[in-house]
C-alpha cells in the first residue's frame, strides 16, 4: 500500500480568498454545493464566516447555507488532519472483518471517529460504500481507495504518509 | 513495433496498486530497451483478478492476474511481452468460463478498449445507436424502448419507456436529464465500472434520451466517493464534443445536447430521485413529496428524466441492435440482462452480466466459487442495505423481479453479499436501522425516529432477561416495522424493516443471546 499523491496543501483560512473563488458559481446550478466543494478544497474545511458570505453571494439566508453546508457528511467546518482516512462501514466490508478492522485502527491511531490524532497527521471518519465491494475491506486516504486492507497495511501506510509529510516540512 | 500492454485505470486495480504497477512495467520495459505502448483500459469486471493485465501477442490479448509490484521483474523475465509462461498467466480472457458464460450487452466494451477514447468506442459499435437514434423521431426511439422491455436498474424497476413517454409528452421550455449516479447501495459498484470503463456509454445513453424527450441539458450527479470515476467521465465528455457527439449541432443533426457531472458530498439519501434533485438544485438533501412525479415536474420544476447510470449506458445497445434483441434475453417481465455484483465474503466477486433468470446459487457457486474465507455461507444480503438478508435455503431463487419479490426478497440494484457462518444476524440487523438512522433525511418521522427507536428496541431483545420480555419486544419491533414501512415518506425508512424483519425471520437464534 503507497499512497501515490502527497498530503493535499491547505490554504489557511482567508474570507476575501474564499470569497473570489466562489463568484464563478452565482447563478449555476447547484451553486451552493459547487461553493462549498470549492472552499472546502481550498481550505479543508468550511469556517463558519463563510456561511454570511455565501447567503450574500447567493441570495440566501445564513440559516439556509448552514443548513447545506450541515446536510453533508463530506462538508466539515474545523481543520481536518493533513490526511482524511476514510474506513468503510458497510455490509460487504463488515463481511470480511471491517469491524475488527475499524477497532484495531482507531486503536492505533488513538482516536475515535470524527477525531484527528495528535500528531495532526489523521482525521479519521466512517464512510458507507465506496464502491469496491468485491475486494473488501476498503479504506480512503483523501482521494484513494485502497482495497483488502488488514491492519499491518494500514499501519505501514500511515507510517510512510507520516514521514511523507515530515519530510515536507524540514 | 511496440506492444500493447492494458493496465486498467480504474479504482478497484488502483486500490491494488495497478498505478505503481503502470510505472513499474514503464520503466522496466525502457531499462530493458523494449517498446510498450500502455493502453488505459476500465475494469472487465473480474476484481479478484485486478490488477489485469492483458498484452496483445499474435494468439490474441493473453492475461496476467491479479498482479503485484513484486511481479513485474519477473514478467518481463517470463517474456510475457509474448505471452509467456508465468504462475499467473491466465491466457486469453475471453476463454476464461467466468467471462465466457457471462451475457454482456451492457458491459460488452467495458475493460476492452480504452475507456474515453471515442475511435475505440466505435470500433466496437459505439455511437452507432445515437445514429440510429438521430434518424428516428421520438416516437419513434421511445418504441424501441418498450420493444426492449428495459426497466429501471436503479432498484425501482419502473419501466423506463413509460418514464420517457410522461417526460415527452410534457409541453415545457426547459427538460432535464439527470443520471442518478449516487450510487450509494453497499455491493453495488456496477455504475462505477461502467462509467470507469466505457463511460461513453453513459453519455451516449443520455443523449439518446434527450433526443427521445426534447431535453438539451443533462447532468450526471456523481458521488464524492468516486473521484477517479469524475475524472475519467470529464475526459470522455471532452472526448465525445471534440468529436461531435456531444454538444451543439450532434453529428451536424441540429440537435444540441449538454451534459455536465456533479458532485455529491457523502449523502446516502441523495441516491432518492426527488433528494437528488433537491441536492442537484444545490439545497438539502431532503427528499420531496410525491406526487407530483419528478418526470412531470422534477428538476427545478421542469419535467425530469431521472434514470440510473445502468439504465442509461443500457439504452445506446437498444438502439443500435433493436429493443427485440434485448428482449431476447430474460424473461417474463424482467427483460434483457442484469449486471450483478458479487461482493463481500467471495472469492471470485465481480461484475456478472446475464439475462435474468440465473438462480443466486449459480452466481455464488458457479461464478464466485463460494466464500473468500472457506468457511460455509450463512447468509446473503441481495439489493443493497435495505435488501432482505437470505439464508442458504433460498439460494435457489430466481434472479428475476417478480421471482424474487415471492421470495420475501428485491433486487435492487443487483448487488450481491455474501457472508459466511461468522456473522450476528441481531448485529446485522441492528446495523440496518444504525444505518438508516445515519442517513436518513429528518423529513418523515417513522424514518428519523424509527430508526433510532429500531437500535434501541433490537438491543432490548439482544439483552433481555426472559423469554416473556424478549417476546414483548419481538411485538415492538414488528410494530415499528410496520409503521415505518406503511407511513415513510420514502424508500429509507419504507424498506429498512425488509432487512431486519427478513434477519429476525430467518436467523431468530441470533437475536437470542442466552442460546448461543
Known amino acids: 500500500m503507497q499512497q501515490l499523491s502527497g498530503p493535499i496543501k491547505y490554504q489557511e483560512w482567508n474570507l476575501d480568498t474564499a470569497k473570489m473563488a466562489v463568484q464563478e458559481f452565482r447563478g449555476r446550478t447547484g451553486g451552493v454545493m459547487l461553493a462549498l466543494h470549492r472552499i472546502q478544497q481550498l481550505f479543508g474545511y468550511i469556517d463558519p464566516s463563510a456561511m454570511t458570505m455565501l447567503g450574500k453571494v447567493f441570495n440566501l439566508s445564513r440559516a439556509e447555507i448552514h443548513g447545506v453546508a450541515s446536510f453533508y457528511h463530506d462538508y466539515k467546518t474545523s481543520k481536518p488532519g493533513k490526511y482524511t482516512v476514510k474506513v468503510c462501514q458497510a455490509e460487504a466490508c463488515q463481511a470480511m472483518g471491517s469491524v475488527k478492522l475499524t477497532e484495531d485502527i482507531k486503536s492505533f491511531l488513538g482516536v475515535d471517529f470524527h477525531e484527528t490524532t495528535a500528531s495532526g497527521d489523521f482525521t479519521l471518519e466512517p464512510v458507507y460504500c465506496l464502491g469496491n465491494c468485491a475486494c473488501s475491506p476498503n479504506i480512503m486516504v483523501d482521494q484513494e481507495t485502497y482495497g483488502r486492507v488488514s491492519i499491518d497495511g494500514f499501519k505501514a501506510l500511515t507510517e510512510s504518509l507520516s514521514a511523507a509529510t515530515s519530510e515536507e516540512s524540514v | ?516
Open chain 2, 1 to 516: 513495433m511496440s506492444i500493447k500492454i492494458y493496465i486498467p485505470r480504474e479504482t478497484t486495480s488502483a486500490s491494488l496498486g495497478a498505478e505503481l504497477i503502470a510505472k513499474a512495467i514503464d520503466t522496466e520495459a525502457r531499462y530493458r530497451n523494449l517498446e510498450i505502448e500502455l493502453v488505459r483500459n476500465g475494469s472487465r469486471g473480474a476484481c479478484f483478478l485486478e490488477p489485469l493485465i492483458e498484452v496483445e501477442t499474435d494468439n490474441g490479448r493473453v492475461g496476467y492476474g491479479p498482479i503485484t509490484l513484486e511481479d513485474v521483474p519477473d514478467l518481463f523475465d517470463a517474456d510475457f511481452l509474448h505471452g509467456g509462461q508465468h504462475s499467473k498467466a491466465l491466457g486469453d480472457v475471453n476463454e476464461l468460463p467466468w467471462f465466457k458464460n457471462q451475457e454482456r450487452l451492457t458491459f460488452a466494451r467495458c475493460g476492452i478498449i480504452e475507456a474515453t477514447s471515442v475511435p475505440a468506442y466505435e470500433s466496437l459499435g459505439g455511437f452507432v445507436g445515437l445514429k440510429n437514434a438521430l434518424a428516428k423521431d421520438s416516437d419513434g426511439i421511445i418504441a424501441e424502448m418498450t420493444d426492449s422491455g428495459l426497466r429501471g436498474r436503479g432498484g425501482a424497476a419502473f419501466p423506463t419507456a413509460i418514464k420517457w413517454r410522461t417526460v415527452a409528452d410534457c409541453v415545457a421550455d426547459q427538460k432535464y436529464i439527470v443520471c442518478n449516479a449516487d450510487e450509494g447501495d453497499s455491493g453495488t459498484f456496477a455504475d462505477r465500472l461502467i462509467m470507469e470503463g466505457d463511460p461513453l456509454s453513459l453519455i451516449e445513453g443520455m443523449t439518446i434520451a434527450g433526443l427521445a424527450v426534447g431535453a438539451d441539458t443533462g447532468y450526471v450527479y456523481l458521488r464524492s466517493e468516486y473521484p477517479l470515476t469524475q475524472r475519467i467521465l470529464n475526459e470522455a465528455i471532452e472526448n465525445a464534443k471534440a468529436a461531435g457527439f456531444l454538444g451543439v449541432n450532434i453529428q451536424g443533426s441540429g440537435k444540441n445536447f449538454h451534459l455536465e457531472v456533479f458532485m455529491g458530498a457523502g449523502a446516502y439519501i441523495c441516491g432518492e430521485e426527488t433528494s437528488l434533485l433537491e441536492s442537484l438544485e444545490g439545497k438539502r438533501g431532503q427528499i420531496r413529496f410525491k406526487p407530483p412525479l419528478p418526470a412531470i415536474e422534477g428538476l427545478f420544476g421542469k419535467p425530469t428524466v431521472v434514470n440510473n447510470v445502468i439504465t442509461l449506458a443500457s439504452v445506446p445497445v437498444i438502439l443500435e441492435k433493436g429493443g427485440k434483441h434485448y428482449a431476447n434475453y430474460g424473461q417474463g417481465r424482467s427483460l434483457g440482462t442484469m449486471p450483478f455484483q458479487l461482493g463481500g465474503n467471495i472469492k471470485e466477486g465481480g461484475l456478472i452480466e446475464k439475462a435474468f433468470g440465473l438462480t443466486l446459487r449459480n452466481l455464488i457457486e458457479d461464478f464466485g466459487a463460494g466464500t473468500h474465507s472457506g468457511r460455509p455461507l450463512r447468509a446473503v444480503q441481495v439489493g443493497g442495505p435495505l435488501g432482505a438478508y437470505f439464508p442458504e435455503s433460498l439460494l435457489d431463487t430466481q434472479l428475476d423481479y417478480e421471482e424474487f419479490a415471492k421470495a420475501g426478497g428485491m433486487l435492487g440494484h443487483g448487488g450481491v453479499v455474501v457472508f459466511d457462518d461468522s456473522v450476528d444476524m441481531a448485529k446485522q440487523a441492528r446495523f440496518s436501522m444504525e444505518f438508516c438512522a445515519v442517513e436518513s433525511c429528518g423529513k418523515c418521522t417513522p424514518c428519523r425516529i424509527g430508526s433510532v427507536r429500531g437500535m434501541e428496541v433490537i438491543d432490548k431483545i439482544v439483552e433481555a432477561a426472559d423469554e416473556t420480555e424478549r417476546e414483548t419486544q419481538h411485538i415492538i419491533l414488528k410494530d415499528l416495522c410496520d409503521t415505518m414501512e406503511s407511513a415513510s415518506l420514502c424508500a429509507m425508512g419504507g424498506l429498512t424493516p425488509i432487512p431486519v424483519m427478513s434477519a429476525v425471520k430467518n436467523f431468530s437464534a441470533d437475536f437470542n443471546k442466552g442460546e448461543h
